[in-house]
């Protein structure tokens, strides 16, 4: 029997994009024909999303008619309510063999693995996800080893299936770990490090192919299942931005769009005080931001970049103005660092060109990184150079290791490099705009979150 797949990963809800990919695949799609996403299909940057609980992704994999998903990290990045949220209402089943919540329960909506009937054919798919090993806490999660999972779900289903497919979202690297030690896969569709294949490669039998991400490309494999085995007979990525965008794509994102709009603008509060913001002068912003992370997380000091945030706030905030002034799903975190690292830090946020630089990163959704905004320390500077550096009242010792309360953003060193220089990182579930919705309608506050932290003196900086 002859059988056509058509797949997709790591779309990371790039929806234009999406929506001629939708068209090519309609075009592709016959009587014979399979639809796969190996995950990070769901990106909750997007207001869509964001408004719907992830419902609107669900929309449009009903629509095209993907036959299964496999659950990458983005789909657990709002938190495991939101991805069981989406799995229990979704006709599209939602796969993962690796993926538990943090006490070792199932993830409702969740399964290890189905068989789908394809014109009388046996067809079994499984998947995993990654291990974000230190925010796995902080997600809900717990992760079991893949391969270990891979093999009991074979194990489990031996005998009752024709042909068996993996949707891959650990990584092109563990495809090639899998395809020696496990040979009972026909095919694997890789995902997760947004590799581009121009054409399926075949090891020990075994057809994997990765189809890039964003929605740039779609995968296409054609087989021929006979009872010796799985021949490919064709396999390639076509570009999709040549194709026409689905109008019915485009139907579903409006209409959800309009309902996230309407249920996120709802105000939740007044603000008292304006809230503004600038990318390289200390703000009440993003003072307010590293006074929540340093009160949450118990620190010694809270450190902040106000690259994290796009805008101030000024009459009242609502999730979407939390969204549009917020949008990086950064998580709190909290590490151990030595004196002499902050202080290298502090001292490059006075260089208006490394606050000025891109701030690219992974979770990152600004433009610039940002000035260093500080909590529980007071900074003395000429405005070229640092004089003191006071951790409460005491000053700044080099070799000291200090708790710090900051995104995972900076614990990377992402921006300044010298902060990832630490240990013992925690993270933290929910996102740095929710710092600011939890903080922003306290009084006491407010009225910190104005206070300058950087001091500057009239000493002209040496030569």
């Known amino acids: 029997m002859k059988l056509k797949i058509l797949h997709t990963n790591d779309l990371h809800s790039h929806f234009e994009a999406f929506s001629r990919a939708a068209t090519l695949m309609k075009e592709l799609k016959d009587e014979n024909t399979l639809i796969f996403d190996g995950g990070d299909f769901a990106d909750f940057k997007s207001i869509e999303l964001q408004g719907t609980k992830g419902i609107a992704a669900i929309e449009l994999l009903e629509y095209v008619g993907y036959d299964a998903l496999t659950v990458g990290n983005n789909e657990m990045f709002n938190g495991i309510d939101t991805l069981e949220h989406m799995a229990t209402n979704s006709s599209v089943p939602f796969i993962s063999n690796n993926l538990l919540r943090k006490e070792g329960a199932k993830v409702k909506g969740v399964v290890s693995s189905v068989i789908l009937n394809k014109n009388g054919l046996r067809i079994l798919v499984t998947g995993s996800s990654p291990d974000l090993e230190d925010f796995n806490d902080g997600l809900g999660i717990h992760i079991t080893p893949y391969k270990e999972a891979i093999k009991e779900e074979i194990d489990r289903n031996k005998g009752n299936y024709d042909l068996s497919i993996l949707l891959n979202h650990v990584g092109t690297f563990a495809d090639d770990e899998i395809v020696h030690e496990i040979k009972e896969f026909d095919v694997i569709l890789s995902a997760h490090d947004h590799k581009l294949y121009s054409e399926a490669k075949v090891v020990h039998n075994t057809i994997m192919n990765s189809a890039g991400c964003f929605g740039e490309h779609i995968g296409v494999l054609e087989i021929e299942v006979k009872s010796e085995g799985v021949k490919l007979i064709r396999s390639t990525t076509i570009p999709t931005k040549n194709s026409s965008q689905d109008e019915s794509i485009l139907s579903i994102l409006k209409r959800n769009k309009e309902r996230a709009i309407e249920m996120l603008s709802e105000p939740l509060y007044p603000l008292e005080q304006p809230l503004w913001h600038d990318v390289l002068e200390e703000n009440p912003i993003t003072n307010l931001i590293a006074d929540g992370v340093k009160d949450i997380l118990k620190c010694d000091i809270g450190l902040m970049n106000s690259g994290i945030i796009n805008a101030g706030a000024f009459h009242y905030l609502s999730n979407k103005k939390l969204i549009e002034i917020c949008p990086s799903p950064l998580n709190p975190t909290s590490f151990e660092i030595q004196g002499k690292f902050l ?48 951790i409460g009242e005491t000053p700044l010792e080099d070799e000291k290791w200090y708790t710090v309360a900051t995104s995972d953003y900076l614990q990377r060193g992402s921006g300044y490099e010298s902060l990832k220089n630490n240990q013992n990182e925690q993270y933290r579930p929910g996102y740095i705009r929710d710092v600011i919705r939890q903080y922003a309608n306290k009084p006491a506050f407010i009225q910190q979150a104005m206070r300058p932290r950087w001091k500057q003196t009239t000493e002209r900086a040496l030569v």
């Open 343 to 390: 202080r290298e830090a502090l001292e490059q946020s006075l260089d208006a060109q490394i606050c000025l630089a891109d701030g690219k990163g992974p979770g990152f959704r600004g433009k610039y990184v940002g000035s260093l905004h500080v909590s529980g320390a007071e900074i003395i500077h000429n405005g070229k150079q640092i004089s003191e550096i006071l």
